[in-house]
């Protein structure tokens, strides 16, 4: 079984960047894709963005394209969410979730996802 461990949230003035990191445990993966999600209080939990795996194939959410990136390291089994130009709306717990096999970068409802982590906190002020 997957777990998924995420880290790099913090604090920063609105402009500026952080990486989110999300190692994966159990196994490698390989057929899954790995996704991107956040939630500000108040709200519903909202999809940023998924990678495929085999292929690094990305697709990211139209509210954070040409801001965020998604990436994978294969040999340390970890997803990045590189997060630029953030604002204070990007403000919410980011977490990042696995979903099985191919065709991933099509899957954005939370409910197809599985193996969720924790989430870390990203507070952008103005």
């Known amino acids: 079984q997957v777990q998924l461990v995420e880290s790099g949230g913090g604090l920063v003035q609105a402009g500026g960047s952080l990486r989110l990191s999300c190692v994966a445990s159990?196994?490698?993966?390989?057929?899954?894709?790995v996704g991107w999600f956040r939630q500000a209080p108040g709200k519903e939990r909202e999809f940023v963005g998924v990678?495929?795996?085999?292929?690094?194939?990305?697709r990211t959410a139209d509210s954070v394209k040409g801001r965020f990136t998604i990436s994978r390291d294969r040999a340390k089994n970890t997803a990045y969410l590189q997060m630029n130009s953030l604002k204070p709306e990007d403000t919410a717990v980011y977490s990042c979730?696995?979903?099985?096999?191919?065709?991933?970068?099509?899957?954005?409802?939370?409910?197809?996802?599985?193996?969720w982590g924790r989430g870390t906190q990203v507070t952008v002020s103005s």
């Open positions: 159990g196994r490698p993966l390989f057929a899954d894709g």
């Open positions: 990678i495929q795996w085999l292929d690094s194939e990305t």
């Open positions: 979730a696995l979903c099985a096999g191919y065709g991933c970068v099509s899957v954005k409802a939370p409910s197809r996802y599985a193996s």
